[in-house]
C-alpha cells in the first residue's frame, strides 16, 4: 500500500471516529504485520485487519460510533 494512502486512511478513520479496534487492526494488516493472540481479537479488530490486509480504504464507515 502507498505510505500517502495509508496516512491519509488513517487519518480519515481517526476524524471519523472509528472505534479504536477497527482501526488498530486496520494499521495492523495494511502493514502485513503478525495478527492479535486469539483471546485479544475483537469482531472489529477482525474486520479492520482483513480490510487493511486487503487495501480497502472504505470500510472502516460500517464502523463509526461503534
Same mark, same amino acid.
Given at each position: ?7 491519509? /486512511? ?17 494499521? /495492523? ?12 481479537? /475483537? ?13 480497502? /480504504? ?9
Amino acid at each position: 500500500m502507498d505510505k500517502s494512502v495509508y496516512h491519509s /486512511t488513517l487519518k480519515a478513520m481517526h476524524e471519523a471516529g472509528v472505534n479504536t479496534a477497527y482501526y488498530h487492526g486496520w494499521a /495492523t494488516g495494511a502493514l502485513d504485520n503478525p495478527d492479535l493472540e486469539e483471546q485479544r481479537v /475483537t469482531d472489529a479488530y477482525t474486520a479492520g485487519f482483513e480490510h487493511g490486509k486487503s487495501g480497502n /480504504t472504505e470500510g472502516y464507515k460500517d464502523w463509526v460510533d461503534k
